[in-house]
């Protein structure tokens, strides 16, 4: 036989050979088992929401702090209700650790200058008070304007400008009103609160 015929008697055989032998398919290898890890990666914290209550400090730290300062004692306070009237002093019987408001009226600020005596310089409540206590105080006021139907017409509020109020001294101080104040002439009844601090 030459040789091309036996080249090609060999191809023919390798091809019937390979034909008739199963395919192999290949698998990747299988993971190695899971080992324990000497740092767990830590788990992720919740992020903090508004309706997300904060964690409590550990009882450790709320030792390092210490005992917490007291809080600060609640304000000298007095409230009370009484009819309105305009431009008009009005008697007043409010009273708080010592500090008595004696009256108040509302009105429009006027210049006390004749060259300006139609110069109107806002609208206010205008309070008295006396301190009949033997320690120096700090007021602070707030009054609200209604009408007959419990609409609210006005509110204002102040307090001592510079210092404090000295024992046995007398004082002035001008609530102002300011944006809602057109129709406080028409008031049935104010109510006025008085806060005091040392």
């Not at 002093?89 to 500090?99: K, Q, R, Y």
């Not at 008070?129 to 007959?148: E, H, K, W």
């Amino acid at each position: 036989m030459n040789r091309i015929a036996l080249a090609f008697l060999a191809s023919a055989a390798l091809a019937a050979q390979s034909a008739q032998a199963p395919v192999q398919e290949l698998k990747p290898p299988p993971p190695p088992p899971p080992t324990a890890s000497a740092d767990p990666a830590p788990s992720q914290a919740v992020p903090h929401h508004e309706h997300t209550p904060p964690k409590p400090l550990p009882a450790a730290d709320q030792a390092a702090l210490g005992t917490p300062a007291p809080a600060a004692a609640p304000l000298s306070f007095a409230s009370g209700s009484y009819k309105f009237y305009w431009d008009t002093t009005i008697p007043v019987n409010l009273e708080a650790d010592g500090v008595k408001v004696s009256e108040i009226y509302f009105n429009v600020r006027k210049s006390r200058y004749s060259w300006l005596k139609d110069a109107e310089f806002g609208t206010r409540a205008h309070v008295t008070i006396t301190n009949t206590s033997a320690r120096p105080r700090v007021p602070g006021f707030a009054v609200a304007v209604l009408d007959a139907d419990g609409k609210l017409l006005g509110v204002a509020s102040g307090g001592t400008k510079v210092g404090t109020v000295a024992p046995g001294g007398t004082e002035e101080f001008d609530l102002n009103f300011s944006q809602v104040k057109e129709r406080l002439p028409k008031g049935a009844t104010f109510l006025l609160s008085m806060e005091l601090r040392d």
